[in-house]
């Protein structure tokens, strides 16, 4: 009778564990997420891998609340709505797609994992497993992928203790010799901390401190400089004279965030600009759902929101090399990176504006995520954060 006990009660808290360990913020924590196909496989009902995908999801993303609640001004309850909508789609897949078939179990825990890497679903495919390939197969790129992809699978089967030791001699061997991804030559990447002001206050005083800034690491040699998302506010002509003026002297190149407004809603983008000018270098692929990207103004003839840029532009050109730039909620997902792996990049770039997250480890998250992926692939990383 004990035993009867003990099955559920593990199958109800080991998830919740593995989302709150796996997605603390630290990159070599990640493979503790391959738990999650272990406890889904072995669920016994639909309705137990409905809670194992549910604990694991919820937990993974329990900093959703607390951020929305400081994006909006708000109370937890909206944020608690968005959290729970969010889970919807990892856990309605994972639990249609569960079956009692010890031999069809492993090919559906895939087909789960390709359904949440792209969209539809995948628009909310965080806390994906196979992020963890990074941390495992550092340089390996795409066949350290497919391994994972191999592993995620033989979770899920009943030799999944085997399959589990041999991931974890893997990791034990990467945490060993880690080390983080290195700059691009010639690329500096600018945190900042001016919590909720960036993008608000785009003013001439805030521009030319801005300026300033840039030229630090420009002074030290620095052709390439990266300020987080929004750093410029609205990308507007007289922003950019300002910053062509201020570059006119030097060579460097600045690649900032921005919002490039029209009447049906906004874009947001990257801008690189240098002594000669400004351009459009890159338009988010996929922005955050609800706070950002809202659909369903157009179906009752509004405007606003900004636009989701699904597959386009996974690359851009900077100077002599090609880059693959993610913004902010980009690093949470899948397919933005992998698209971008495709055209074999000559490195990552990677912004954010994550004021709203204190208090949270989503901005760590981000970081960690990105961190493995530029390690899967062997690609340099630039990191520009505001907090």
Known sequence: MRRDYIRPALLIFA?????????????????????????????????????????????????????VA?????????????????????????????????????????????????PPFGITGWAHPVTAAGVLFPGWGWWGLWLLTAGLAGLATRIWPAVAIALTGFWLWSAAIWTDPKLP???RGVDLELGASLGREAGLHRQRGFIATVRNPASDGARFVALPESALGFWTPTVERVW????????????????????????????????????ILYRERMPVPGSMWQPWRSWFGESGGARANFFANPIVSIGAGRAAPLICYEQLIVWPILQSMLHDPDFVVAVGNGWWTEGTSIVAIQRATTTAWAKLFAKPLVIAFNT
């Not at 856990?91 to 949440?116: K, Q």
Request: glycine share 12%; net charge neutral.
């Open 15 to 67: 998830p919740i564990a593995i989302g709150v360990v796996g997605w603390s913020g630290q990159v070599l924590l990640l493979p503790v997420a391959l738990g999650f196909p272990v406890m889904w496989s072995i669920a016994r009902t639909r309705s137990m891998a409905a809670l194992v995908s549910a604990g694991y999801f919820l937990a993974a993303s329990r900093g959703l609340p607390q951020g």
């Open 70 to 118: 400081a994006f909006y001004s708000s109370d937890i309850w909206p944020g608690l709505l968005l959290w729970l909508c969010a889970s919807l789609s990892f856990v309605t897949v994972h639990t249609v797609l569960w079956t009692m078939n010890a031999r069809t179990r492993p090919l559906r825990y895939l087909f789960a994992a390709i359904i949440m890497s792209f």
């Open 185 to 187: 030559e010639g690329w």
């Open 244 to 279: 062509t003026g201020a570059l006119r002297e030097g060579d460097a190149t600045v690649i900032a965030g921005a919002a490039l407004l029209d009447a049906e809603g906004y874009d947001n983008v990257l801008v690189a600009i240098d002594g000669k000018g400004g351009r």
